[in-house]
């Protein structure tokens, strides 16, 4: 899975200038005030300025991580390839583990493991299903069926790319959802790669501060 950040449009600073346009003002350079503002704009809830910064991302995700992500609607905006126009039918996701079903939620996984023998075999059933999968979707392609009938038969496993464009708070309410530890693993590596993005502009340090997210480790872990 890749995430990349295409495009970025504002600062903390054009959030405290939306914040204080309520009172005529404007600011050409951060400072103390600012950084206080933007942590009373988070802990009061006055989510409507951080509206203004917009980020765009491009995604190389599983189409089961894609419908994950795709539950953020409310100020985001996506276009993904399309199996009608082009084929990708050749990239899969292929799990380095196979994680037990967790017994408090019923959709879930827990951070048991099948043991190494049942590994093996899933692997095997899995990659042997993936070759069979391709198999037929060519030969339905060459013979002439429809591709957007064809790819009826590919899994969910199946990589999909697409351009994801919204606000920072979209983006932000995203990451205190799919960050938390009940979070499908996938998921929550890919939004841990969005978000390690945006601190590497180095634009949002003082918003993503207020919320919580300093500066994240590889593991995912925020410190």
Known sequence: MKAELLNIFGDDLMIVNAARVSYGKTKSELDEKDIKLLKYLRNHKH??????????????????????????????????????????????????????????????????????????????????????????????????IAKEMARMILPLSLYTTFIWTGSLQAYLHLFELRLKPDAQKETNEIASQMLELVRQTGKFNHTLNAWGYDRIVDNGDMI
């Open 47 to 144: 989510t409507s300025p951080f509206r203004h910064p917009q980020l765009q991302f491009r995604l190389h995700v599983p189409i089961f991580v894609e419908r994950q992500l795709f539950k953020h609607q409310v100020g985001l905006n996506a276009n993904s390839i399309s199996g009608r126009y082009v084929d990708f039918s050749d990239s899969y996701y292929y799990p380095d583990k196979w994680r037990l079903q967790s017994k408090d939620s019923k959709q879930g996984s827990s951070l048991d493991l099948f043991p190494d023998n049942s590994t093996i075999e899933f692997n095997q059933y899995y990659e042997s299903f993936i070759d069979d999968c391709k198999r037929f979707y060519k030969n339905m392609i060459e013979n002439g």
